[in-house]
């Protein structure tokens, strides 16, 4: 059984960072490209910034503007999502997404993490 698990979200001022994880289980990491989403309230799911099973290739939403990061660490089966200089408007439940090719279009992500909270607020 394959299961993705978010973790590191929470509550943060504006302009901090936070770093997701996403551990995942049950598929070998290294054979999939990794993408993260996030939605807000009343808001579609939108790609947020994804890595390739390669490593080396990388896509970002429009909004990302060298703020976030994305990495895997293969040998433990853990992705992650680096964000920095925070907005208020970053706010929204964010998901770790697997697949076999790096897209934009969260229809394309077989295997998905129950999501996390992440708030930006003074």
């Known amino acids: 059984q394959v299961r993705l698990v978010e973790s590191g979200g929470g509550l943060v001022q504006p302009g901090g960072s936070l770093t997701l994880s996403c551990t995942v289980s049950g598929l070998t990491l290294s054979n999939y490209a990794m993408a993260w989403f996030r939605q807000a309230p009343g808001a579609e799911r939108e790609f947020v910034h994804g890595?390739?099973?390669?490593?080396?290739?990388?896509y970002k939403g429009n909004f990302v503007k060298g703020r976030f990061t994305t990495s895997k660490d293969d040998a433990r089966n853990i992705g992650y999502l680096r964000m920095n200089n925070l907005m208020p408007e970053d706010t929204a439940v964010y998901y770790c997404a697997a697949s076999e090719n790096l897209d934009m279009s969260p229809n394309f992500y077989e295997y998905w993490g129950q999501g996390i909270q992440v708030t930006v607020s003074s």
């Open positions: 890595i390739s099973r390669n490593s080396v290739v990388t």
